[in-house]
């Protein structure tokens, strides 16, 4: 864990240092512009690695939350995953240079994606059991109106980071649970 942050992949800072001594061991006759080119593709298999490991499938389609760098400014948007399988988070735009996936210090998924404009931040999260269209599209109008709140998101969906850490037997604080309107007028 770094900074408060289980990091599934990423191709962001990879550090030659860090590959070139079995690099060098594996293939003495590539140069080393090759090499770096082979920590590239092999740090990309991975990727591949990480998507069979989180090959998981939720009961709901997965809702991915955007704050976009473009060229204009930041925009908010979003997006479903209607498959919900995890898996199916790690893949990020054909602009995008540089993407890393972690889960942080909520339980939450996200990934920071890089690309010539700015870099995107995107939160995973699936709708929770029992929640309805309605209350679907009306989290999704304020997403597109730019004022859903925290409080909104979590309303309506879960973390995946509980999921994703029975997959790699980390593990991340408990969610604390929202005390129901029932339950504070029976206090």
């Known amino acids: ?3 408060n942050k289980h990091i599934i992949w990423s191709n962001n800072d990879l550090n030659y240092e860090d590959w070139q001594a079995d690099l060098e061991a594996e293939y003495p006759d590539l140069s080393e512009d090759e090499r ?3 920590m590239y593709e092999i740090n990309g298999d991975y990727l591949d690695d990480e998507r069979a490991n989180l090959n998981v499938q ?9 704050d976009l760098g473009l060229w204009n400014g930041r925009r908010m948007g979003y997006k479903e995953i209607v498959s919900g399988k995890i898996s199916d988070c790690l893949y990020s735009g054909r602009d995008d240079l540089y993407s890393t996936w972690y889960v942080d210090r909520l339980g939450d998924l996200r990934c920071e994606a890089v690309h ?5 931040h995107y939160l995973y999260r699936t709708y929770k059991d029992g929640v309805s269209e309605s209350q679907i599209e009306l989290l999704k109008e ?6 859903a709140t925290r409080a909104d998101i979590t309303r309506i969906t879960r973390r995946l980071g509980d999921d994703i850490a029975k997959v790699y037997g980390f593990s ?3 969610q604390r649970q ?3 309107m029932d339950e504070r007028d029976c206090r």
């Open 172 to 174: 991340i604080p408990r």
């Open 1 to 3: 864990m770094t900074e």
């Open 116 to 120: 010539h404009d700015g870099t995107n």
């Open 178 to 180: 929202a005390v129901s």
């Open 36 to 38: 770096v080119a082979l």
């Open 58 to 66: 939720l009961s709901r389609p997965i809702l991915v939350i955007g």
């Open 142 to 147: 304020k997403l597109y109106r730019g004022i």
